[in-house]
Every structure is written in structure tokens, then in C-alpha cells.
């Protein structure tokens, strides 16, 4: 079975630009999680799905970020535009109901 | 608000030492969650154990063998007879289990280094 998979696994792009991280979660599975961790901090929550419908989104840092979920399978966060400090890796994590969040390898943005 | 604390930054021990990772936590909630994921150098975030606070017995899987003590608010994860393949980040994460939110709060992860 496919974990979950992200896609770019590395962006780098320039400041005041779009980027947009895709997340294809483990089939089956309901619930789709963002996270990121920025400067080596902690890993830091962003928001959640069911299907597709936000379920909380009270980690998502400004409006220039935005996670969509059409359909209900895979999702797209993307940065509207790039600031230096959204520079860091984004995870992207599934579970079923009340499951256990299985992760995937990261994105990392380099915002220049 | 809930917390997680990691302060072992990074450690560093010889290949068949045990070593042992502290998490202390903080929560107001009554009923909650507490992990453990492994970050490899691959990168990815692998699941490593799940623990209702309601269940204080401590667990063992093969090398590895975790210490919930709900009294000092600690869930300590310790490896036995560590081997190189053990390097890794290792987080610590606690989320809400009575309501909806399913929000992981991480610490900051230890860096363990096993040399051969």
C-alpha cells in the first residue's frame, strides 16, 4: 500500500512568487493534515480535512496561504505570495477516523 | 494550551548503549494522546507508538520500550542495545482525544547519533 506521498519533495523559488505543494494521502483515508516546521522550530499544525471539507483550519499562519481539498482525495497547499519566512518543510500527514496521522517525506521550500 | 518538551537537543552514544529520550508534556485536557514518530535521514515522519493517557502500562517492541508516567507528565522512550540504524530525529507529540481536534503538538526532537 502507497503511504503518503508529496510532491515537489524540494522548491525553491524567489520572494513574492506562488508555489503550490501537493499531497496525495493514503487511499482511504478521510482526514488529510498540514504541517510545517520553519527554522528548525517545532513541527508546527496548519489544519485538517474531512474529505474535502475543512475541518480545522486554526494553524494557517496569514491569507496568503491556502489548502484546498477538491474532491476529497489529494490536497494543494499553496503560498500566495512567498514571504522569506515561509521558508521550511511542509508535511503532509492522513489517518483514518480517530487513526494514527502517517506522514509523508516533506516538502522543502526554499523561499531566496 | 498543551506543550511538549524535548530537552535533549541532541545525543550522541556508541553502538549496543542503551539510550534513553526524554518528553515531558502539559495539557489540560483529562483525556489525551501521546507519540513518538522517527525522522530518518530520508525524511519522512515514521509512526512509531500511540498511547491513550488512560493506559499507564508501559510498552516494549523489540529494542524499544517506552515509560508513560502520568504522575510526573513524562513519556520517555528508551532504546536498548542501539545500532547505527537507529540515527534519527525523534519527535514527541500529544493531541486532544475527547473532542474532534486532531491536532498533533510536536517538541522539538532529539537528534540521536549512534557511531559504530
Known amino acids: 500500500e502507497a503511504g503518503v506521498t508529496q510532491f515537489p519533495s524540494h522548491s525553491v523559488i524567489e520572494k513574492g512568487q506562488t508555489v503550490t505543494l501537493r499531497c496525495d494521502p493514503i487511499?482511504?483515508?478521510?482526514?488529510l493534515y498540514w504541517y510545517r516546521r520553519v527554522m528548525g522550530k517545532e513541527i508546527k499544525f496548519l489544519l485538517h480535512?474531512?474529505?474535502?471539507?475543512?475541518?480545522?483550519e486554526s494553524g494557517m499562519p496569514n491569507n496568503r496561504f491556502l489548502a484546498e481539498r477538491t474532491g476529497g482525495t489529494y490536497s494543494t497547499l499553496k503560498v500566495q505570495p512567498a514571504e522569506l519566512e515561509d521558508s521550511g518543510v511542509y508535511f503532509c500527514?492522513?489517518?483514518?477516523?480517530?487513526?494514527?496521522?502517517?506522514f509523508g517525506a516533506g516538502t522543502r521550500l526554499s523561499v531566496l | 494550551a498543551q506543550k511538549v518538551t524535548q530537552a535533549q537537543t541532541e545525543i550522541s552514544v556508541v553502538e549496543k548503549e542503551d539510550v534513553t529520550l526524554d518528553c515531558v508534556y502539559e495539557?489540560?485536557?483529562?483525556?489525551?494522546?501521546l507519540f513518538w514518530y522517527k525522522q530518518p535521514p530520508s525524511g519522512e515522519l515514521v509512526f512509531l507508538i500511540r498511547?491513550?493517557?488512560?493506559?499507564?502500562q508501559n510498552e516494549i517492541s523489540g529494542r524499544y520500550s517506552w515509560n508513560f508516567q502520568k504522575s510526573t507528565s513524562s513519556f520517555n522512550f528508551t532504546i536498548t542495545a542501539s545500532q547505527v540504524v537507529d540515527s534519527a530525529v525523534y519527535f514527541c507529540?500529544?493531541?486532544?482525544?475527547?473532542?474532534?481536534?486532531?491536532?498533533?503538538?510536536f517538541g522539538s526532537g532529539t537528534r540521536l547519533q549512534v557511531q559504530p
Open positions: 498511547r491513550n493517557s488512560f493506559d499507564e
Open positions: 480535512f474531512v474529505k474535502e471539507s475543512k475541518q480545522d
Open positions: 487511499s482511504g483515508h478521510d482526514n
Open positions: 507529540a500529544l493531541s486532544e482525544a475527547q473532542t474532534g481536534r486532531r491536532a498533533l503538538t
Open positions: 495539557t489540560r485536557d483529562t483525556t489525551y494522546y
Open positions: 500527514a492522513s489517518s483514518q477516523e480517530k487513526g494514527i496521522q502517517y
